[in-house]
Every structure is written in C-alpha cells, then in structure tokens.
C-alpha cells in the first residue's frame, strides 16, 4: 500500500497576497496529467532551457512524476528518474510562468528528494542552468565527469553533448 505523501512546508508569496487561499497539493502524476506536463515541458523546451520530451515517453516514464496542484491545475512538475542503486536525479522540474516566485519548484525539489531518501538512494544530481537555486537547498556543484552514470547512460545521447552548458549540481543523502 503507498503511504502517504509527507505534509508540505509553508511556500512563498512571491509578492503576492500572503493571505491567498491557494493550497498546493503535490501528488504523484496521473494519466489525465500527461497533455498538462507535455505542455508545461514544451514552453521551456522551446525556449532552450531543458530537453523536450515526446508524449511517449512521457507515458513510459509517468511513475517518475510528481505534480503540483493548486485550485486543481497542474501548476508546477518534476520528476525523479533512478540511474542505480546510488545515484537519482531531479529531471523536469518547471513552475509555470504564471505560479513562479511562490516557491512551487523549492516545494518539488523537497518532494523528490524525500522520495529519494524513501527508497534508499545515497545521492542525487541535476543538470541546471540556475546553480544557486540548488544550492539553496543543499545541493554542491560538481563536475560531470563524476557523474558516470548520467553522462554514459543520458548524455551521450544528447545534442549538446559536445557543447553541454549546464551545470552539475549533486546533494548526499543522509
């Protein structure tokens, strides 16, 4: 039977009214979630800030997403994929534009890094174009090279694989 998912911590306003009644609901993606993930993927895939995901694959990888909710709409998603028994990484992690500043994409990285923790991983990784933000949340920079089971089983395969700008970051798990 699956537990319950961990209560949430208390979230920005993002200079919004701190008194608004949006309560986010993070929960592991459903189905009838896909269409909304694609989109929210798409719109930053477009602007060249993660890689775009085809609809299959997101179907064959939908147990690695957790999604937000708030007023039961999909505002924000991430995923958790697992390389080895050691090693997971936070993939796909996007708020959308109208729901950034309120601290969503803090909350996701918190929800996938429990979940890491739930099952037994040691580390876990990101590739990002926004360092500090994971070094907010303990995250260290570190090299790709250190990193083998994501270059060799990911990266390789990429486009940019000769010409990768983003930025290693890695948290060990206690």
Known sequence: MRQPDPPLTP???????????????????????????????????????LLP????????????FFVIEI?????????????????GEVRSLVVDAAFEGRGLGRLM?????????????RRIMALTYVPEFFHKLGFKTVSMGSLPEKVWSV????????????????LELK
């Open 11 to 49: 979230f920005g306003s993002g200079g919004r009214d701190p008194a608004a009644t949006e309560v986010p609901n993070i929960r592991v993606a459903a189905i009838a979630d896909v269409p909304t993930i694609h989109h929210l993927l798409e719109i930053y895939a477009s602007k060249g800030n």
């Open 53 to 64: 995901r085809t609809m299959s694959e997101l179907y064959r990888h939908l147990r690695d």
């Open 71 to 87: 007023d039961h709409k999909v505002v924000a998603i991430g995923a958790l994929e697992i390389f080895t028994e050691d090693l």
């Open 109 to 121: 990285v918190q929800r996938i890094v429990a979940e890491a923790r739930k099952i037994g991983l």
């Open 155 to 170: 990266c390789v395969k990429c486009y940019k694989y000769n010409n990768c700008d983003e930025v290693a970051v890695l």
